[in-house]
DNA sequence: CAAACACATCGACGATCATCAATGTCTAGG
DNA sequence: CCTAGACATTGATGATCGTCGATGTGTTTG
């Protein structure tokens, strides 16, 4: 990274990274990871945590809207999936800014 | 990441990418790390934003609490250096996160 | 249609955040 | 010492955030 972040850039990554910035959202992210086909549906979610129905419906809302997981509904199910190719980029800007 | 993140490692990263959703952050931290000696003194950097001296400066504490600014003091000036391997670290995890 | 279920949306509340002006702390020069 | 400059800290304010209970929407089954 030679050239430090335009503003534009700046406020166009912040907002991921912002999506990313809660436990909760972190582990929402890795569990559908870990999931067997790469896609968790929100009835599984929800009991991994001591959070209400509505609060991980939004965070998983705050994950979608910036992008970083596919949702695909299925019969009554609702099934979210990684955008790895988003996280991967974000990844590697993170770690490109120290050069 | 085959393994979910156990909460109280997600409780560990949240704070690390808490402090980088921030445009202004986000601009300081690539403004340091694009600096000649990899350090930047805080009179340069005020000069790059639009922003009050104390706001400036409440951003670099914030970066520097979680351990992704050094900082030295010299003489009457204050340089703040990027730890780079904190970045490299964070990145390979954001990236990982997607198998 | 009605009832049950999965999930989303709404409205509210306390907590945290970004920002500023004012003030404090430390250092260097006269 | 005293003044000037560089940076930090404090206190206040408006905005955003995480969480909840209540309610809404859409789908399956009887």
Redesign the pocket.
Known sequence: MKEPLSQQRAERIAPLL?AL??P?RLRLLSLVAAHADGEA???DL?DAF??????I??????LHDVGLLD?SKR????YYAVRREALADLGSLIGGVGA
């Open positions: 912002k910035a809660d909760v549906c929100v009835c929800n001591d959070l209400s129905q509505p609060t419906s939004h965070h998983l809302k705050v949702r019969g009554v199910w609702v």
